[in-house]
């Protein structure tokens, strides 16, 4: 009877651990973070468009600087995705999509750490604290894939340096082309398995000896890694623009200005737990690699690099997250599985439905509706403006501010924007020069495309806003708590 009493008890800490954990993403993603992104609703226009004329958009037409110049929606399957669960469902489709892929993600790292951290417990607190790390992350975008696909990438890794099964490497061909459609950072798996296929070469050049365990992690052989390479480059190339997506990733490098201005872009700045949970994260890898200097070079090129991407950009910082919890998973000491530490499918199904129910008392708790939302967005988006811009039919050209364009462009299809989220159509000197023009920094007055406008759609606290409001070129036509409306006075603007 006692050990049916212990058996049950430990039973019931391995589900009660294994429900928190999966509990995490909605708790997270159930809120109104996962749907007040700039730029999902021109995501969503562009889907909608694709499902409208079946094809992708080789031009753009959403912009009145880009209109008709070269534009590559290179994240089209996303983008016709979010627009088939926002229009079957609304603001709670973007919710849906930011949870499931969240859960994913979670689900990624737990079997990431799994694979050398048979303790429970201890794999749990790891792969939770990779999953908090991606706070601000917790977004509709198509990062989300990336940040999946890229745990799933090492995860095939991982697995066959382990079991020398070569053949699991070609799971990651679909896995390129699947990711080559949702999101331009499929070259950083492309980066990874550069870095795996350099790793035998490297270590017997630098005649490094071979780990006292190494039946964990052993280097490919170059040979091998170089078919999958190529096989996976040319998965890549099964995508509506084929080659010429690599255009886009150039195009994305060569742009290194924007690191500046925008927010998403910009490195971490510290003013979060989440942020220094990072940094720890970090160091734990790190430490790890110092105690451990026999592992194979990989380990060592990967974090190298995942540091210097991760700390530049905090749009990155998965990657340093993902690597670090795998380097401090196989650093750790061998360690047999214990009966108490395996999970039967018995368990799984308990954590399955404990799960669910968690995740209906997270929607009740944040009241989650359409409604909800929406008040969410009228708050932070020109909504009440936009609508009282179509129901007056104002004309165009429209003058907008950089934040507020992807929402124009899904509220207002007939108004061509000023500028939007899109920085592969609207450059850093552009970005730059329209965040100097609503600053109201000197000469703002002589911008062309201002001064071209018929009508201007502004943020109630901008500089720009107040400046208006007094300019003798427009009328003020409209205001609310989020905006304020101009139109140009007759005669005043260049039509």
């Known amino acids: 009877m006692t050990f049916s009493l212990a ?110 951290e048979p303790r429970l417990a201890q794999s749990i607190i790891l792969a939770a604290a990779a999953v908090l790390a991606l706070v601000h992350m917790r977004t509709p975008r198509p990062w989300l894939f990336t940040i999946l696909f890229f745990a799933i990438e090492l995860n095939i890794l991982v697995g066959v340096r382990r079991s020398r099964n070569y053949r699991r490497l070609f799971y990651l061909a679909p896995l390129f082309a699947l990711w080559a459609n949702l999101h331009i950072q499929f070259v950083y798996g492309l980066f990874v398995l550069g870095l795996a296929a350099l790793d035998d070469p490297i270590d017997r050049l630098l005649r490094r000896e071979t780990p006292a365990d190494a039946e964990r992690d052993r280097p490919l ?130 954590v399955m439905v404990a799960s669910i129910a968690m995740l209906g008392l997270a929607a009740l708790t944040n009241r989650l509706s359409n409604p909800t939302l929406e008040s969410f967005v009228a708050r932070d988006y020109p909504v009440a403006a936009a609508s009282f811009v179509e129901q007056r039919r104002l004309p165009g050209p429209l003058y907008n501010h950089f934040d507020w364009g992807g929402y124009l462009i899904w509220r207002l299809p007939g108004l061509p924007v000023s500028i939007d989220g899109r920085s592969n159509v609207h450059d850093a000197t552009r970005i730059r020069h329209s965040a100097e023009v609503w600053g109201g920094r000197p000469n703002w007055a002589s911008d062309p495309e201002l001064a071209a406008a018929r009508i201007v759609i502004a943020e109630k606290d901008f500089a720009l806003t107040q400046l208006l409001r007094l300019d003798s070129r427009f009328e003020q036509v409209y205001e609310d708590q989020t905006a304020v409306v101009f139109i140009a006075r007759n005669g005043s603007a260049k039509h």
Not at 301 to 329: E, G, M, P, Q, Y
């Open 7 to 116: 058996s049950l008890e430990a039973q019931f800490r391995r589900c009660a651990l294994l429900v928190t954990f999966y509990s995490v993403p909605a708790w997270l993603t159930l809120s109104k973070a996962s749907v007040l992104d700039p730029d999902i609703w021109w995501h969503i226009r562009t889907g909608q468009w694709i499902i409208q004329h079946r094809s992708v958009p080789y031009n753009d037409f959403f912009s009145t600087y880009g209109m008709g110049r070269s534009w590559f929606a290179y994240s089209w399957l996303f983008e016709v995705l979010v627009y088939g669960l926002f229009s079957r469902f609304g603001l709670i489709g973007l919710v849906i999509y930011v949870y499931t892929l969240m859960l994913g993600i979670s689900a990624a790292f737990y079997a990431l750490v799994r694979k050398f």
């Open 221 to 350: 052989p170059f040979d091998k890694m170089l078919v999958v390479i190529v096989t996976c480059l040319i998965a890549t190339l099964v995508n509506p623009y084929h080659f010429r997506i690599y255009a886009v990733v150039l195009d994305t490098v060569r742009q290194s200005g924007l690191y500046q201005l925008i927010s998403e872009l910009s490195a971490m700045d510290f003013r979060s737990p989440w942020d220094w949970l990072v940094v720890g994260l970090t160091m734990g890898a790190v430490f790890a690699l110092g105690r451990r200097r026999d592992l194979s070079s990989f380990w060592f090129l990967l974090l190298s690099v995942a540091v210097f991407l991760s700390f530049r950009s905090k749009r990155d910082v998965w990657f340093v997250t993902t690597v670090a919890i795998a380097i401090i998973a196989l650093t750790r000491p061998v360690i047999k599985t214990r009966v108490e530490d395996r999970i039967s499918k018995g368990q799984i199904a308990v």
